[in-house]
């Protein structure tokens, strides 16, 4: 058996991170067994639905490179095939027309919950045999009711939630198609599933009432339902549940705010997959490692603190010619042109960051002049240091500019002068960069044009 797993996302506002969880696994799944990913649009929602939605949508999982083998398919576009189905069904005794109106049932719906009863359709204009069914209204358009079984239990192994079972009389029969005759989320997702052969379905556990109803229809349709797993919800940092309305960001933004794509893939991973203890692991890895047996059953709290641990770790791991593209790509919005440097400016200052805009504000600083503020050049820039300063300046008009000369002409300022190198350090790394704490002097100064470092160390 070939996997077949999809993601089927509904286009009704801006995706984010827990909704793209559940693109993550199915894809992982997928990926992991040689199977087929493939992206689905359930856009049948028109008042709700919008093609900026879907950008946002194929957007982020461009970004986050969760590469799909098929569609996107857009159940707008398959209505005459959900209708035919409808046609074979009614053909063949699976659905009625039901002419109860939206009042009547409220005022069922009414009767059932001050006798404690649980509000569900009491199944007037079902057909039966030896039934005498009311007469249908003038003018009414009915809607098409499933026929749910009467008897018996809906029951399938979930790969996170374990056995289920529903008992058949808990479900009423439900509306698979409106008066104007278009079909509803359940009944399409069900043709969906048969036509594209899904194998497995994952996806959030809010779809977990709608299970047994599905499997049901499939079940009336001849076809044996996939293998489900329902993911537990994940949840904000206040413990709520992420959502747009609780405050959550599209995940474009991430990328936005500078945050690497494989960095929110392997936190993502984490929220809700375990693999041992491992914390920090490559694409490759959680691909080779991922399985639907080590899903968590708790619901995952989204930590930005943690997310913003993980990218550091990757920005470390990463190699900084890849790494500079990134942040070349983020100086030129900023009109900053870049040049053969940067690989080198990122190798020595990520270490320093857990964002590639905190890199971009840190290599911005060998490209555009700094303005050293009022209290660091009062604590730093004192009349002591001064003369050590034009010393320094001195000594590195002639030296061969690299590491090694700088650094030795340091050390001879200091022997000359006998400050301590943080007494030097400082106020040096304050008119050259800005800031008093760099990486080694040394180094931060080696990849400074010389004319810049002797002209910012003149400003003493």
Known sequence: MTVRTRFAPSPTGFIHLGNIRSALYPW?????????????IEDTDLERSSQAAVDVILEGMAWLGLDHDEGPYYQMQRMDRYKQVLREMQDKGLVYPCYMSVAELDALRERQMANKEKPRYDGTWRPEPGKQLPQPPEGVQPVLRFRNPLSGVVAWDDKVKGRIEISNEELDDLVIARPDGTPTYNFCVVVDDIDMRITHVIRGDD??????????????????????????TVLNERGEKMSKRNGAKPVTQFRDEGFLADAVVNYLARLGWSHGDEEIFSRQQFLQWFDLDHLGKSAAQFDEAKLRWVNAQHMKLMDDRVLALLVAEQLRKRGVAPDDRLPRICGLFKDRCDTTLVLVDWASRFYLPVQPGADDKA??????????????????????????????????VLRATGLKMPQLAMPVRVLVLGTAQTPSLDAVLELMPRDIVLQRLSAA
């Open 28 to 40: 992982a799944f997928a990926r992991s067994q040689g199977g087929t990913f493939i992206l689905r």
């Open 207 to 232: 779809h977990v009432n709608n299970t047994p109803r599905q499997i049901n229809i499939f079940r009336a349709l001849g076809q044996e339902p996939p293998v489900y797993a329902h993911l537990p």
């Open 379 to 412: 604590k730093h820039i004192t009349e002591g240091v001064r003369p050590a300063l034009s010393m320094l300046a001195r000594m590195l008009e002639g030296v061969a500019w690299d590491k090694a000369a700088i650094g030795d002409s340091i050390k001879e």
